[in-house]
């Protein structure tokens, strides 16, 4: 009923940037919050940020300052630009929704397919 399709990932050195993209599709009502998680391998995925529909915004600490999450109501898409990027930031970065369907106006979490971000030199 939604599909989420995720774009941006790549291989970047540390202190470059890379922007993510997820764009939704399907049976939207509206979208409530939107946010990225990111796992690494061996660890547990962990959020990294979200933003509501009104725009507000929350940051893990360990990305505070260096990513910047926003989002695009019209497009049903969420981006995530990263600056200054570590190490320990390689992870597979994976989008969630809160979506309302037009059919039964109740939320559901959707997950976009996952895109790998590898700093590296």
Not at 60 to 75: E, H, L, P, Q, Y
């Amino acid at each position: 009923q939604v599909q989420l399709v995720e774009s941006g990932g790549g291989l970047v050195q540390p202190g470059g940037s890379l922007r993510l993209s997820c764009a939704a599709s399907g049976r939207i009502f509206n979208i409530y919050t939107m946010a990225w998680y990111r796992q690494a391998p061996g660890e547990q995925r962990e959020l990294v940020a979200s933003i509501t529909h009104g725009g507000s915004t929350n940051y893990a600490d360990s990305v505070k300052g260096r990513f910047t999450i926003s989002r695009d109501n019209a497009k049903n898409t969420v981006y995530l630009q990263m600056n200054s990027l570590k190490p320990e930031d390689t992870a597979v970065y994976y989008c969630k929704f809160t979506v309302v369907l037009t059919i039964t106006h109740l939320p559901n979490d959707y997950w976009g397919q996952g895109t790998q971000v590898t700093v590296s030199s």
